[in-house]
């Protein structure tokens, strides 16, 4: 029973304030406990059940008995004493009962500051969701399930499964986890360094599966925090610094991308009044303690000069157009190259563009990429061209999954149409 059971009763707490201060406490609270738990009993299951019934004992109590004033620390209380139920009644080792009966918060402790060993035992679950053993999206679903708790049904919608194939998909990745017998903790030495890039492309994946014009904003909002996470305990790794600063730079245009009908606005069409400028600021300041020059750095100066231009007339293209050239040696592919020829129509004329256009596209990786067709459209109405481009954006409009880029890429060719 937690503490606060043990005192008088404070007065209670309505019951709509009660389940926001639940799903408020539980947002921070429930991956700190599922890490904590897997790291004393080694049972996911376990750890995510006692996590999501310490949550459900909130929602019946707190409205009688009050919100206690250590939300995350009460949650954390149920959760290890239902753990340690279940494994008395399993008769698992002393050992871990003994490790498991030292995790007992009061009621009245702060919450853990970083660098303690929860805000450890959460780098330890980030770094074991994202094992190479793992496929990348078992490692996404993963990660969203356990580090950030979002339900097994969103996930399956998020990546177009039904809700039965990603609890099967959990479930072995969960096994495979344990069969491959793959430790709960953060590497060391070459080993760290190798890991890293995964952990942060799972992170930037997750990032923009919410940032896309149909994306859910909460997933964008885990990925900066754990973003920030990471970077907080790992700030000498300076490709987590870039992605940081990345995805602050980024989630900073987040209130500015729609107008007030829903519309999907552009970049050079926003309101940069509304940018978040303390993002901005602090992805700046990321940027500066960036010393190598990987893909996620290119990727974050570039961002930082859309982010410090006053207008879109001022951004300064020639510096974008050189970052794309130094991100297409250490990462090419067929997108850097679309963008780069972007950049480069914007610096030096909408000609130079076509042409890096037509060499993006030679290797065929552009085949069927709406996106594409939309640049050439973009491109061809600076030229002068207007009816090809609006025919153009017409055809992207037609191959584009999402609706909202859908109805921006059609009130694109209406503008252009004569």
């Known amino acids: 029973m937690p503490t606060s059971q043990r005192r008088p009763k404070r007065p209670g707490a309505p019951a709509g304030a009660a389940a926001d201060a639940v799903a408020a406490a539980g947002v921070e609270a429930y991956p700190r406990i599922v ?35 250590n939300p995350g620390g009460w949650l954390m209380t149920v959760a290890r004493n239902r753990a340690l139920d279940v494994l008395r009644r399993a008769t698992v080792e002393r050992r871990k009962l003994h490790d498991l009966a030292l995790l007992t918060p009061s009621d009245a402790q702060p919450e853990p500051e970083v660098g303690e060993d929860v805000v ?4 330890r679950l980030i770094f074991t969701c994202c094992h190479p053993a793992l496929a990348m ?46 430790p709960y903790r953060v590497p060391a030495g070459p080993a760290l360094t190798e890991r890293v890039p995964g952990v942060l492309a799972v992170l930037y994946l997750l990032f923009t599966r919410g940032y896309v014009a149909d994306g859910e904003p909460a997933f964008a909002d885990e990925a900066v925090r754990l973003a920030r996470l990471l970077d907080r305990l790992m700030p000498e790794q300076s490709e987590v610094a870039a992605l940081l600063a990345l995805v602050l730079f980024q989630h900073s245009r987040r209130d500015a991308r729609r107008d007030a009908a829903g519309n999907l606005l552009t970049l050079e069409r926003q309101d940069r009044s509304l940018w978040d400028h303390t993002a901005v600021a602090e992805g700046l300041e990321a940027l500066h303690r ?16 859309h982010a410090t231009s006053a207008s879109a007339d001022g ?48 290797g065929g990786g552009l085949d069927g990429y709406p996106l594409a067709v939309a640049v050439e459209a973009d491109l061809v109405a600076r030229q002068g ?34």
């Open 137 to 182: 999206e078992a490692r996404v679903a993963l990660t969203l399930r356990t580090v950030c708790g979002v339900p097994t049904a969103d996930i399956a919608r998020l990546l177009l499964v039904t809700e039965s194939t990603m609890t099967r998909r959990l479930t072995r990745a969960r096994t495979r986890i344990a069969q491959a017998g793959i």
């Open 35 to 69: 890490a904590t738990l897997i790291r004393v009993t080694g049972d996911w299951a376990l750890a995510e059940d006692c996590a999501q019934e310490a949550l459900t004992v909130a929602l019946e109590r707190w409205p009688a008995d009050g919100v206690p004033a």
């Open 385 to 418: 061209d207007r009816r090809r481009a609006a025919g153009l954006f017409r055809e992207a409009a037609a191959a584009m999954g999402s609706a909202a880029e859908r109805r921006a890429l059609l009130d694109r060719a209406d503008e252009l149409a004569p």
């Open 315 to 362: 951004t300064d293209w020639p510096t974008i157009a050189r970052a794309y050239d130094a991100l297409a040696d250490i990462r090419p592919s067929p997108v850097i190259a679309l963008n780069r020829a972007v950049a480069h129509g914007y610096a030096f004329g909408p000609a130079v563009g076509l042409v890096l256009l037509d060499a993006a596209r030679a």
């Open 290 to 305: 960036v010393r190598h020059d990987g893909p996620y750095a290119w990727q974050a100066r570039i961002a930082a000069c």
């Open 120 to 123: 450890d035992d959460r780098l």
